[in-house]
C-alpha cells in the first residue's frame, strides 16, 4: 500500500457556480488499517448535483463540509490490502469516502460489488444512490398511473434519465425538459422518451409544454426548478403530484430569485407537492437495486456514463455537470 | 308561498376587493315546486373567502359564476311547503341554493337539519363547510403527532378557529396568526390556543415565529398565504406537512404576487405540501360532522358566529369578511 493518499480539500466556499480553486489537492498520511478494516484504491468517484448544496458553508439537511475538510461523495475502489475476514484484496466495494484517491476504512462501511452482475461504475449509478434517487423518488412520490402524462426536468442527467425510462415501464406518456440536443435525441431516440424540448433554444417554455402536453400534467419530477417549473406548474392538472429532487438552477445564484406563488395553484388544482432526500429510503435500497438490475437484464432500463479520466480532473468534472456539460452520469475513473 | 324571491346576481366581475355594487339586487318569479319538491325561505346564508375565487371570471376548480348568473353559497332555510314526503312545512334543511330568499328546490338536494341537536345556523359553520374543512383539510394532510408544533394563519376565521382546537385536542402546542388584538385574546382565552401574534402589528414575522416555536413547526394550516406563508415556511422543520386551504392574502390582488421560491426548501427539509378543496372528503363527510358535534358536546370545540342581519346586506358581509373583519363564522340572517 502507499504512504499517502491524495484528497481534495474544501478551500473556499464557492460564490456562484465553483470554480477549481475552490478545492485544494493535498497528499495525507494512508493509514495502516486496524482489525476490521482494508485499504481501497479508488477507481471511480462520482460527481453529482447534491454536492453543491453540501458545500455552502450552512446546514442544510446535513451538515455543510467545511473549509479544509475533505469533500464528499460517493466511491467505487478495489481492495488492496485486508484485515477483515468479509474482504479481499481485489474486491470492488462502493462506499462514501469523498474525494481521495487511497482509503483505510472499516469494512463494515462498504458494500462488496460482484463484476459479472453489472460494470463496477453503476453502483454509483443507476444501480447506486442516481437509480435509487429515480427510482423511489418518482415511484413512491409521483404515483404513476397508466396512461398519465409525466415531464422530468433535467431529463438526460443520472436521475432524469432513468425516472423517463421508469416512467414508460409504468406505461406513462412522458416529456423530458434538457439542455442541448444531442440531450434531446438521445432521451427521445435511445431511452424512449415520447418528446422532448431544448429549454437553452426555446423562448416560451408553457407553449411547447402545452404542445407536447395536450391532457394537461399529472406528474412532474424536478431536477431543476426556476422558470423551468414555474412554466410546468401552470400546466398540472387537478391532483397533479410533484417530486422534488433537485433544483440545479438555483444552487449557483449569489441571492436568493423571486417568482411566482405557487400556493394558490397547489390550493386550486389540489397539488401535492413533497421534496425528499434519497437516504429516506435506505432501508428499501436492496428492493429497488434488484428492480432496477432486473429491468436492466430486459433491455428496459438503459443508462449513459460520462467519464472524465484522472483523479485530478475531479473539481473540473464536478463543475462541468453542474453546468449541465453531461449526458447521463458522470464519473472520474481515478 | 309568495310569487317572486329576492336574489344577488353577479353584475360584474370584481376588481381587487369586491364593491356592493359587483352585486346587483333582483326580484325573479318563484316556481310553484313540482312533485318531488319543497318551497324553502332562507333564515342564512354563509359568505366564505372561497366565493372570491369564484367570481374571478375564469375557471379554477370549478366554473366561474358569470355576470348575470345567481351567487353560490351555502344554505340554511325552513321549508314552507312541500310536495315530497321527507319533509314537512317547519322543517330546517341545509344546502347551497346560493343567495336568493326563497327557492324551490328538489328535497334531494337539500340535508334535513335537527334543531335539537344543535342551532341550525351550525350547519353553515363548524358542523357544516368550514367544520368539515377544519376537520379533514387538518387531520388528513397534516397528520399531526401529539407534541408537533402547529401553526395556523387565518386562525380566528371560520375554518382556523377550528383547526387550532382540533390541533389542541391533538395535544399539539399551537400558535394562531390573526388580524386583530381581540382576536388575539379570543383564541387564546377562549379557543386554547397556546399562544398567538397580530400579524399587523408585528413587523418581523420571522423573529416572533422564531420567539413563539422554539422547536420549529411541524404542521401549517394555511388560510392566507404571502409573506405570513413565506415566514413559516423559514422555520418548517424536516418532514413538516402543509395544508393548503386559503389564500385570502391573494385574492383580490390585480395582478399576481412574486415571492421567495419555495421548491429549494420544499426539497431540503423534505416538506409535504398539498393542496385541497373540502368536497374531496365529501364520502367521510357524515363521520366528520358525527365527530364535531361529540366534542363540541363535550365542550371541547367552541365556535363563534358573527350574524349581520337582513339579506340586503349579504354582499356587505362578503366584502367584510374578506377585510377580515369577523371573528369566527360569517352569517347573514335573512
Known sequence: MPATSRRFLLAAVPVGLPKESDFKLVEAPLPAPDPGQVVVKTVYLSVDPYMRGRITGVRTYADPVHVGELMVGGTVGQVIESRDPSLQPGDY??????????????????????????????????????????????????????????????????????????AKIKDCRVIGIAGADDKITYIVND????????????????????????????????????????????????????????????????????????LSQILVKQLKVEGFIVTRFQERWAQGIAQMAQWMKEGRIKYHEDIVEGFENTPRAFIDMLEGKNTGKMLVKA
Not at 463494515?108 to 444501480?127: D, E, I, M
Not at 400534467?217 to 422534488?244: E, H, K, M, Q
Request: proline residues 6%; hydrophobic residues 40%; glycine residues 12%.
Open 93 to 166: 466495494v462502493v462506499g462514501a469516502w469523498g474525494w481521495q484517491d487511497h482509503v483505510s476504512a472499516p469494512a463494515a462501511y462498504l458494500r462488496k460489488l460482484n463484476p459479472q452482475v453489472a460494470p463496477v461504475s453503476t453502483a454509483l449509478g443507476v444501480l447506486g444512490m442516481p437509480g435509487m434517487t429515480a427510482y423511489f423518488g418518482f415511484l413512491d412520490l409521483c404515483q404513476p398511473k397508466a396512461g398519465e402524462t409525466v415531464v422530468v426536468s433535467g431529463a438526460a442527467g443520472a436521475v432524469g434519465s432513468l425516472v423517463g425510462q421508469i
Open 191 to 262: 431511452l424512449g422518451y415520447d418528446s422532448a424540448f431544448n429549454y437553452k433554444t426555446t423562448t416560451d417554455y408553457g407553449a411547447r409544454l402545452k404542445d407536447l402536453c395536450p391532457k394537461g400534467i399529472d406528474c412532474y419530477f424536478d431536477n431543476v426548478g426556476g422558470v423551468i417549473s414555474d412554466a410546468v406548474f401552470t400546466l398540472l392538472n387537478p391532483f397533479a403530484r410533484v417530486s422534488v429532487c433537485g433544483q440545479i438552477s438555483q444552487y449557483n445564484l449569489q441571492s436568493p430569485e423571486q417568482g411566482p406563488r405557487l
